[in-house]
């Protein structure tokens, strides 16, 4: 069955601060993988997807996340967070005909 | 584009009422809607998958009679939280696959469902 380890729970990073989410993944074939971030209150917001071709892939707001398939891992990362960037992460494996799995999620604290 | 639509997003209502929410693709068609639960600070759970004309697939655990799902247009799913009670609090969040574009999903704002 396919699953989501999100390692993390909480995470606080000062503002200018790098930034790396990590996401391992247990899926039985070449998996679709999706990052989205959910402010309190809000839904779900795709920052980036990965479905094939380039493993790095670039996403909304200046995200990216590296696809890592001989460590099963879909790390998001940021250079330089900013305030507004605080807030729920969940990485999640899965789409075309079959559902999506999600991590437990990631809360992020930046610090000013 | 792509976007999902939800209504109400937030409701309160008494123990032992239903209570109707709505999921509407705006501006593409959806064959296959998808109907999420979430807990304070916990992960989304898919509840269901509701498929255009025929009957929603539910998950294990979750109870059909509870919650009825009906996907009567490619554009508007509604989900019916049967009889409900305090425990079935919670926000729910609708999602969308677009035909064209099988491998993602295009979610709604969410409902917060309070029930006293």
Request: charged fraction near 20%; aromatic fraction near 12%; include cysteine.
């Amino acid at each position: 069955a396919q699953s989501v380890t999100q390692p993390d729970i909480h995470i606080t990073v000062s503002e200018g601060a790098s930034l790396e989410l990590r996401c391992n993944y247990s899926y039985g074939a070449t998996p679709y993988l999706f990052w989205y971030v959910q402010s309190p209150g809000q839904g779900l917001q795709l920052l980036l997807k990965y479905f094939s071709g380039d493993t790095l892939v670039q996403g909304i707001k200046g995200f990216e996340a590296e696809f890592k398939r001989s460590q099963s891992s879909f790390n998001l990362r940021k250079p330089s967070v900013h305030w507004s960037d605080a807030a729920e992460y969940f990485c999640a494996v899965g789409g075309g005909s079959e559902k999506l799995v999600f991590g437990k999620g990631t809360k992020l604290t930046v610090n000013p | 584009g792509a976007v999902v639509s939800q209504h109400p997003s937030r409701v309160i209502c008494k123990s032992g009422t239903s209570v109707k929410i709505e999921c509407r693709s705006l501006d593409f068609q959806a064959t296959t809607m998808f109907w999420y639960r979430q807990f304070p600070k916990q992960s989304l759970m898919l509840m269901a998958t509701s498929n255009e004309g025929s009957k929603a697939t539910y998950e294990q655990g979750v109870e059909k009679d509870k919650f009825l799902i009906n996907h009567a247009s490619l554009t508007l799913s509604t989900l019916t939280v049967t009889s409900a009670h305090p425990e079935d609090s919670s926000f729910y969040i609708c999602s969308a696959r677009e035909d064209r574009v099988r491998n993602e999903q295009f979610f709604g704002p969410g409902t917060r469902l309070t029930v006293l």
